[in-house]
């Protein structure tokens, strides 16, 4: 039972001198008596320094308690507080407060007023957030907030430069609190007992740190960067999902004690690591020299038109049945071989079909050789000579500075007599065709070079702007466009002189195509900036029979560098171990468009996934009496298949059944969706948008969506196309276009800007094989292919009255961008962007005036409103806002700027920002559900702002967001970047 108080006149016979006589220290020892209240004479012993009032029964203090101004240590551990008593807040002297064990909820701000606390022990209550004002206690040396249900610290934390210890073990924390980074003076870091997964790569900035604990988690990876920690005394990681240790933590100059049981460790394995850390030590040291001798290995791939003998060249070359009973590829096999000369080929078997093509460039990397080959029975020098060059061109975009050995198939079906002459004779038609396109391609970039070089003369020796097809270019955007071409000029790809003609039926010319890859393989001239290895660490081994283990069809580089730490393999050797498993054709690397470079852990299973997406023979593909489909009915049947063939549409359900061996799970079809949108396959869209509660963690059902495959889509023009974009523009009214010349547009690069630019492109829309009408903004916006005599054209335009001019940037510019990206991903094609004269449009002129596309990186010229028409010498003219683009933000980092705030943003914070931003909850759906990592969420919702809010998205927007949602610290880390000085946050 509770106790009374102590009865009045008894309190100061208790009090005694807690630093011994003579002190003056006076304190008073209430504790364990079952008080449920304090006598009300308490707060008359206004010299009171130290009070121990804990393991009691009290539910508030009295009012008198207020007066203890001199109280520097408050002990109310083990009551019944349900909050901080008002009292409290009084004691401006406290330097230390224990209100552990108790019932608290929240911690109110008035005790973030305590200027002078330097040990705050608030731990086991049940506290779910921190205030931000705890910022305020700048002589907080201690905080403990152990055993509550904190989801996050405060950003107020990194205020707290005095602290030493910080407690917040046994709470739900799911992120590390990157906050602590900043606190350089921090001694001990207790974060065991919560659900952190992963940790910050920056954790060695505390270098100060002496303890850390972070043991009963479920992280899975240590960074390196914990070998930063030079102070570092204990280290406890036990209980967690660990598969390795970083090499180098047995270093640790002061590291004394480290647990680390009861994980799944394989690097350092359990027996060692119960040895200690000397043992780790030596183990690691061992592993990192340790080298094991290796064959030769070499990525092959085989290119060429349909029928050129691919599948059987393969087949003759590894030694099996090389009759002409091979079935055609479906889409692209790769195929292993291990020669007799101790050489092991990755063979890239691919299918010369056209409807394949636009899936095969993902596999075309810079570091493989190149077979192209051609039926040479077939070849005609006239009619060949285009095939010739769409195969090389194809290369060339895609893999410059890649070898291309150049072989001749079908040599059999020459007769006997004559075999030897007519292959020779064909072999050097063949030989003249590709110098020709040499030739040619040569001219084309010299030409140009010429005209940019007189422009940049011009420029340089006078003042004034002459007319000249560049006028009105940056210098700086000439000098740009001129280094480009000589790059291309010096990059193409290198066709080797000799053409090797061969015939799998006879074997005729295979020894010496063999001997040929042979050589390659050992030849250091064939790939100058890959040296060929002959022996490589064991621990790289490893690491490639892990990636081979995953079962992702693709992951991010971060993810590689953890298993990297399981193999044992150096952070700084993981880009080198990467590259070279990607140049003997272990592993592909792939840069979407829209985000970072991301890894195919297993090529065969990636092929063999696409593969189930695409097939020549629809019928077969597509049998209704497939297995597949056993759960459609007839009705679902024929509108499912109707909807790819002719529109370009799978629902969700067809999609599983089609693809149902690789996506058993929610997740595998998240992250095989992902894939395809970022090889540029395919996007998805809802069938009916609904708009959920904020608050709803509800997840996007896939029956709610369909997925659109541009390659699909119907050849032929939509009727309806016609009546809602009219050939000429109405009166009154002012047509915008900035397209792109391409001499060649490789297959796939049209689908890949549609996939790329859905979201701008909205689900308003109607799509064929050529173009995508859609409305943007309450615009008519029209994105097309043509194919003319010189090459390709990509254009996109949108329409408005005179008076609405200004606003069709905001519709076209967002798509240029992203063609402008897209285009990235093919470094060796030529292409020239363009904006389309507003007056030839106008007037239906068959050959319009194109601006040079260098216009859109130059700043309007100041006081020029018209520009003369060329195509009429000058009689008439155009809108120079119809030519030249707003000014952009001038701001040259805003990439930077976004790669900081996704980097910082914590998880909870990101629909926040997304509202401010003016973005809709369906929007922000639309992202978790498009992107399954988490990181790559954060980066896609500022790349959607800044593509649709194009005006308006600059720093100082994304600041005053920042700002708005009280994320202060991550706004001053903007300015930061951007080289201002942070704001004051502080009131003078």
Known sequence: MAEEPPARGTLRSRLRESDGAGSGRWSLDLSGQYLAALPTELGDITELVVLDVSRNRLESFPAGTSQLSALAELNAAHNILVQVPPEVHQMSMLACLNLSCNRLTNLPDEVTKLGSLRRLVLDMNKLTSLPEGISQLSSLEELNVGGNNLSYLPEGISKLTKLKRLCADSNVLTAFPVQVLQLSGL????????????????????????????????????????????????????????????????????????????????????????????????????????????????????????????????????????????????????????????????????????????????????????????????????????????????????????????????????????????????????????????????????????????????????????????????????????????????TRIQVWEEIVPVSATTMSGIPDLRACLVTAASNATVFPSRPRMTSVPLSWLTLEKLLLQQPDFWMRREDCGRLAVQAGVPADQVPQVLEHLQAVGSIVMITPHHGKEKVA???????????????????????????????????????????????????????????????????????????????????????????????????????????????????????????????????????????????????????????????????????????????????????????????????????????????????????????????????????????????????????PHRFSGLLLLTAPPPGITLLDCPSTQGAQTVQAQLVYPPHRDPDQKMDSVLEVVASKLELRDWRRLGRTFGLTDVELDDIRYDFSDVQEQKYQLLWMWRRRRRSIATAKRLVSALKEIELHDLANAVRETLGYKPANQTAT
């Open 187 to 490: 001694e001990e870091l207790l974060l065991n007992h919560n659900r952190l997964s992963d940790l910050t790569d920056n954790l060695g900035q505390m270098t100060g740190l002496k303890t850390l604990r972070l043991n009963s988690n479920r992280i899975q990876t240590l960074p390196d960067s914990v070998l930063g920690l030079s102070q570092l005394e204990e280290l406890d990681v036990q209980n967690n999902q660990l598969g390795a240790l970083p090499l180098g933590v047995g270093t640790l100059p002061r590291l004394a004690t480290l647990h680390v049981s009861n994980n799944p460790l394989v690097q350092p394995p359990p027996s060692v690591c119960g040895m200690g850390i000397e043992a780790i030590r030596r183990y690691q040291d061992d592993l990192a020299s340790a080298t094991t001798a290796v064959p030769h290995r070499l990525k092959v791939v085989l290119v060429g038109p349909a029928g050129g003998g691919k599948s059987t060249i393969v087949r003759a070359l590894i030694g099996g049945n090389h009759k002409n009973d091979v079935v055609p590829t479906h889409c692209a096999d790769i195929v292993p071989w291990n020669s007799d000369d101790n050489v092991e080929f990755s063979l890239y078997d691919t299918s010369g079909r056209g409807v394949y093509q636009a899936w095969h460039s993902w596999m075309f990397t810079p570091d493989a050789l190149y077979l192209l080959t051609f039926n040479l029975y077939d070849l005609d020098p006239e009619s060949s000579q285009q095939d010739v060059e769409y195969w090389l061109d194809f290369l060339n975009a895609k893999v410059p500075g890649a070898p291309v050995c150049m072989v001749g198939t079908h040599t059999d079906e020459f007769t006997a007599a004559l075999r030897a002459k007519k292959v020779a004779r064909k072999c050097k038609d063949l030989s003249e065709m590709v110098q020709k396109w040499s030739q040619d391609r040569t001219q084309d970039i010299k030409a140009e070079c010429q005209v940019i070089q007189g422009a940049i003369a011009i420029k340089e020796s006078t003042n004034k702007e002459p007319v000249h097809p560049l006028s009105g270019v940056g210098l700086s955007a000439l000098q740009r466009r001129l280094k480009h071409l000589q790059k291309l000029k010096e």
């Open 601 to 847: 852990p297993n090529p065969g299973r990636l092929l063999a996934f696409l593969c189930t997406l695409v097939n020549h023979d629809t019928e077969s593909w597509l049998k209704e009496e497939s297995a597949r489909f056993q759960n459609f009915s007839k009705v679902q049947y024929l509108e499912a298949r109707s909807d790819l063939l002719q529109h370009g549409v799978m629902s969700h359900s067809m999609l599983c059944a089609l693809t149902a061996k690789y996506t058993r799970t929610t997740q595998d079809q998240v992250n095989a969706l992902e894939l395809l949108r970022g090889l540029g396959l395919s996007y998805s869209v809802r069938k009916t948008p609904q708009r959920k509660d904020q608050n709803s963690n509800h997840k996007n059902s896939g029956n709610d969506w369909q997925h659109c495959f541009p390659v699909y889509c119907r050849d032929s023009l939509p009727s309806e196309v016609g009546m809602r974009w009219v050939p000429l523009p109405p009166v009154n009214t002012d047509q915008l276009e900035v397209g792109c010349h391409l001499p060649f547009c490789p297959p796939g690069l049209f689908s890949h800007l549609r996939v790329a630019a859905y979201r701008h492109l909205g689900t308003e829309r109607v799509d064929w094989q050529t173009g995508v009408l859609t409305q943007v903004a309450d615009r008519a916006l029209i994105l097309q292919k043509s194919n003319t005599k010189d090459g390709s054209h990509i254009t996109v335009a949108s329409r408005a009255c005179v008076e609405g001019r200004s606003s069709l940037w905001q519709v076209v510019l967002p798509v240029a961008d992203i063609l402008s990206q897209v285009l990235q991903c093919w470094p060796g094609l030529r292409h020239h962007l363009y904006v389309t004269c507003a007056h030839c449009l106008r007037k239906g002129v068959t050959n």
